[in-house]
């Protein structure tokens, strides 16, 4: 499998507190159940002013290395 689809919600304030701090990785669990990490990084995109709330389909490859973000 390359890709899973992640629901997020995630208030601003709580993403700001992890990109500004040592964390580098946020972990969160699939629709399909399996446990992905990714870095934060990759969420700066889709930051508002409420936050992150949606579905995203995250891709990675053949070294289970992520790849790409995209909202659905």
């Given at each position: 499998?390359?890709?899973?689809?992640?629901?997020l919600?995630?208030?601003?304030?709580?993403?700001?507190?992890?990109?500004?701090?040592?964390?580098?990785?946020?972990r969160?669990?699939?629709?399909?159940g399996?446990?992905?990490?990714?870095?934060?990084?990759?969420?700066?995109?889709?930051?508002?002013?409420?936050?992150?709330h949606?579905?995203?389909?995250?891709?990675f490859?053949?070294?289970?290395?992520?790849?790409?973000?995209?909202?659905l």
């Amino acid at each position: 499998m390359d890709a899973l689809i992640i629901d997020l919600s995630m208030p601003r304030e709580q993403y700001l507190t992890l990109y500004t701090t040592y964390i580098r990785n946020v972990r969160c669990v699939a629709r399909s159940g399996q446990s992905v990490l990714f870095p934060v990084s990759v969420l700066k995109p889709f930051v508002t002013r409420e936050g992150i709330h949606g579905s995203f389909l995250l891709r990675f490859d053949a070294n289970n290395k992520f790849r790409s973000l995209e909202r659905l």
